[in-house]
């Protein structure tokens, strides 16, 4: 079971079976119950009871765009919400494998707090692109960016894992980083293509699922 963003859900997939949880999912030979909402990943504790509630041998949660797109909250807020999501999901799930994901490669939001909003001059060109309204002065204070969420989420799960030896932390740009933006840039800036969904599928593939991932053995 998979928890994340729109980039979760799909969008800009070419097709349900393509998205990149679903083709991780094939590609590893398990079942998925994909929950990823678009513009919905943002540490809501109704969230967590689903997941909670839901029988799952394996799961995944990938957390940063909506947080900081949405300008949700503040650094000192962050930890804690992190901290509750994960304490509701082991409430149910107490030994099941864990992976906790931060966000892909996404340059409009590395440094540049959100909100992030339409790009008016792509929309008069007939073009869906996205940008960054924040201020990166407002970092020190406590607001947001994908390089903050990554850091903190680090270490929460590090803190965790101490007395949890089967919660586990991905890097996001293990699976979406330079490299791969550099060869496939975001369309919109926040959305992977369908190429990239495959790709993403591939790298989280080989990171879970073989050699001593954490899915290996349980899958």
Known sequence: MHHGSSVSHGSDAASPSTTWPARAAALAGVDLVNLGFGGGA??????????????????????????????????????????????????????????????????????????????????????????????????????LTLRTIREEMARVVASRATSDPHLHYLDGTELYGARDYAADPLPDELHPSPASHLRIAEHFAAAAFTGTGPFATRA
């Open 42 to 143: 943002l540490l809501d504790p109704f969230t967590a009871r689903a997941l909670r509630d839901t029988p799952a041998d394996l799961l995944s949660l990938k957390f940063g765009i909506n947080l900081v797109n949405a300008d949700l909250m503040r650094l000192r807020a962050f930890g804690p919400a992190l901290h509750g999501f994960l304490d509701t999901v082991r409430e149910g799930h107490p030994e099941t494998p864990l992976l906790v994901i931060p966000a892909l490669h996404c340059p409009l939001h590395e440094d540049t707090p959100g909100p992030a909003a339409f790009d008016p001059a792509a929309l008069a060109e007939g073009r869906l692109r996205f940008r960054a309204t924040g201020d990166p002065a407002g970092v020190p204070a406590g607001r």
